[in-house]
């Protein structure tokens, strides 16, 4: 195994956080401190990861919300087990390719499907809490209530996403109260989502899907000419699902099944498993010209099987089996050009979190673009997804819109272990660049030895909305020259959006939690 850095002349990466007893990493300061002192308080790692969570959907509305989805993996130290947790909601009663005909809309209500993050909450604290429900919210309910600073990323997401937020009425009287965005270090205020989250705590999930909640979102929405309704809430269930896995180098690699993306990382590490771990500490541009044919190939094949299995099950067994395996390999050594999926990036957050004991959990929740449907109920302060756009408007297409249907997603939480142990946990934002980040984290790791904070903070490829190689500023121009000499379209871009933010633990072989979180946003890392 090699021990270099990423490039030459890169700077120095951070230090990462060691801890003994507990471990939290998440997209903000006050979502891992909430998540640490549920630790010290006796609470489990799921009730961690809710308070932290619902911080988050206080903290970063542009990137998650009590109005997103969640996909969530869990494993359990003492029985061995490792469930997925898909709370991911389905699309409101009327969405239909007809009514759709002219393309899925962006913002405004139309773009929203149901929210699952909530109720997947509540699963995931029947299964595994240890404190009383109502007390994880406390420091959300706080932060909304008495308010908190604005953050640097909100802020910078006001002005990028100004049209879009200041269109609609419940966005444009939170963030643009004056007619001016608000500024970093301004103070936020958000009394109705704590009204929503006090009902929350005191009712259970109850009050959001069959109760005030979710009438006053639909009335919401159909007053402004949407489809979701209080009946499309109602009795909605996330879903325990077993998670996929492949082997990478002695290690197993879980991911979530579709409606996920984890099936193409999956399908990048089986094509690249073919590789010598030597040829990554190669030519820069040779080892980026086969991280970008295991994405072409795993994208093509795999990509047309990310829909709701309840409708298409996709061929899993196939898509990871050695026939395809095979084929994808091919593709590395031959490491041709070619283009990628054509997604962009969008307004995600991710936890990465784990206790002395070794249970650890990692989720990517989210509202898919930046700000979401931008389409927020001023009755209970929350803003809607735009999740409908992760639909094809083709009625023959596997990921068609449909009522009931879920949609495509790009969250794509991960956990590796070592020999039946937690060796990493991995998430990141990034729309579907989320698993092309998490290739290049892990082979930094795995195959070229390097650091976590070395691993994470190392020069990124990513894909354009366009489907092209998207270059980090940090790449040297000698290797962006030679990978459009051999035929790829590579640009710069310094932006997060793209190359994520990723959110990671990794257990040292004496048990050390080793905890980083990206300096491409404010993610913020704490241990105990």
Not at 134 to 158: M, Q, Y
Not at 236 to 255: A, D, H, I, S
Request: charged share 20%; with cysteine.
């Amino acid at each position: 195994m090699a021990t270099v850095d990423a490039f030459a002349g890169v700077k120095q990466p951070r230090s990462p956080v060691y801890g003994q007893r507990g471990m939290v990493v998440s997209g903000h300061s006050l979502a891992s401190l909430a998540g640490l002192r549920t630790l010290e308080a006796g609470g489990s790692v799921a009730d961690a990861m809710i308070a932290t969570s619902a911080v988050l959907c206080v903290t970063l509305p542009q990137a998650t919300s009590l109005g997103g989805d969640a996909f969530i993996i869990y494993h359990d130290a003492k029985d061995g087990t490792t469930q997925g947790l898909n709370a991911s909601g389905p699309a409101p009663a009327g969405a239909t390719t007809e009514f759709f005909r002219d393309g899925m809309v962006v913002h405004g209500p139309l773009a929203a499907s149901v929210p699952g993050i909530v109720r997947g909450w509540e699963q995931l604290h029947r299964k595994r809490g240890k404190l009383p429900w109502a007390s994880l919210f406390e420091t959300a309910i706080d932060l909304a209530e008495n308010g908190h600073p604005l953050s640097r990323v909100l802020a910078k997401a006001l002005l990028l996403y100004r049209e879009p937020v200041s269109r609609d009425e419940g966005c444009s009287a939170l963030y643009m109260p004056d007619g001016k965005a608000m500024v970093a270090g301004d103070i936020v205020r958000q009394p109705a989502l704590a009204k929503s989250l006090k009902l929350i705590a005191e009712q259970g999930s109850g009050a959001y899907y069959e109760g005030p909640i979710a009438e006053s979102i639909g009335r919401h929405s159909q007053a402004h000419g949407g489809l979701l309704s209080a009946a499309d809430f109602r009795d909605y269930q996330p879903e325990w699902v077993e998670t996929l896995k492949t082997g990478y180098r002695g290690l197993e690699v879980n991911v979530m099944p579709p409606n996920s993306y984890g099936l193409l990382m999956l399908m990048q590490l089986n094509a690249l498993g073919g590789l010598d771990p030597a040829a990554f500490d190669a030519d820069p541009a040779d080892r980026l010209a086969c991280l970008m044919a295991a994405a072409r190939g795993a994208f093509a094949e795999g990509q047309p099987y990310i829909c709701d299995p309840r409708v298409h099950p996709a061929p899993l067994d196939e898509l990871l089996g050695g026939q395809m395996t095979g084929r994808l390999q091919a593709l590395v050594r031959e490491a041709a050009p070619g283009g990628q999926s054509r997604h962009g990036a969008g307004g995600t957050s991710c936890i990465a979190m784990m206790d002395g004991d070794g249970n650890a959990v990692t989720v990517v929740q989210s509202v898919f673009h930046v700000f979401g449907s931008a389409f927020l109920d001023p009755g209970t302060g929350i803003l809607l997804n735009n999740r409908m756009t992760g639909f094809n408007v083709e009625p023959d297409h596997r990921n068609a819109v449909a009522p009931g249907k879920r949609p495509s997603h790009t969250l794509n939480p991960v956990m590796v272990f070592d020999k039946g142990k937690v060796r990493y946990l991995m998430s990141t934002p990034g729309g579907a660049a989320q698993t092309i980040s998490h290739v290049q984290i892990l082979t930094n790791m795995v195959d070229r030895g390097m650091e976590l904070t070395a691993a994470i903070e190392a020069p990124r490829w990513a894909i354009t909305q366009e489907g092209d190689a998207l270059l980090d500023d940090e790449v040297p121009d000698a290797v962006m020259a030679e990978l459009k000499r051999r035929g790829h379209k590579v640009s710069r871009s310094s932006g997060a959006s793209y190359f994520g933010s990723a959110k990671c633990i990794e257990v040292l072989p004496n048990g050390v939690m080793c905890g980083a979180a990206d300096i491409r946003r404010e993610a913020f890392a704490v241990g105990r």
